[in-house]
């Protein structure tokens, strides 16, 4: 039985690795929509984001499945019971990056001034290189490594303030920018929400592989 628990655990982090595939996927794509104000990629963006949910689905229904027919316990149960926050947090992610997408679809050409559009697409690389990295580290079942890249949210936090800050600025001396920096001001609260996100993922192998839940935020 032990056994069975440990094959079905291992099946379900690689269905949760890949469905966080997906997601930085989508991420990506998010940010290069962004970079190029590509309206056709934000329609695949929101498009594609009914399979992520679908596979979320599937992967509840299996983490369930093994909870009531294997009974796990330890860090077997942990990991099993913890996928079913995981896939939310993840499906959640997925919805930020068709987020902005819609909002790139809202700004439909108005012209973007360089210099916010960089700002709030290297807040967008930050994000997508954490997450990318505590994924990883959850693959690796690398607590240390998660709790690492898990302080990156600080320096996070401070880019998205200092772009509020840039954007208040940018309405104040060029009010023709207005709906602009309102909906980059947008982008970067979803930026902001996906390192959040993986935060959670961060604490939540902590929990699995040590049975302590840290205090991350």
């Not at 929101?46 to 009531?68: G, M, P, S, W, Y």
């Not at 505590?134 to 607590?143: E, R, S, T």
Request: glycine share 6%.
């Amino acid at each position: 039985m032990k056994l069975l628990v440990q094959q079905k655990r291992e099946a379900l982090r690689g269905g949760l690795l890949e469905m966080g595939g997906m997601v930085v996927t989508a991420l990506r794509l998010a940010i290069d929509c962004l970079r190029n104000r590509d309206r056709k990629l934000a329609r695949e963006i929101i498009a594609n984001d009914i399979k992520i949910n679908h596979f979320r689905r599937v992967i509840e229904q299996q983490a369930l499945l093994a909870l009531a027919a294997y009974q796990p316990a330890g860090d077997d149960f942990r990991e099993i019971g913890a996928i079913l926050e995981l896939v939310s947090e993840l499906e959640r992610m997925a919805d930020h990056a068709k987020d902005v997408a819609r909002l790139v679809e809202e700004i439909d050409g108005r012209e973007i001034p360089a210099a916010a559009l960089m700002q709030t697409l290297d807040l967008g690389e930050q994000v997508l290189a954490m997450f990318e990295g505590i994924l990883k580290a959850y693959g690796d079942q690398d607590p240390q490594q998660a709790l690492a890249l898990a302080a990156r949210d600080d320096q996070v936090d401070t880019a998205e303030r200092a772009l509020g800050r840039d954007m208040v600025a940018l309405i104040q001396q060029e009010p023709g920018c207005t709906e602009v920096a309102i909906r980059l001001l947008w982008v970067a609260h979803d930026f902001e929400r996906v390192a959040d996100r993986a935060l959670n993922i961060a604490e939540q192998l902590v929990f699995i592989t040590t049975g302590r839940t840290p205090e991350l935020e």
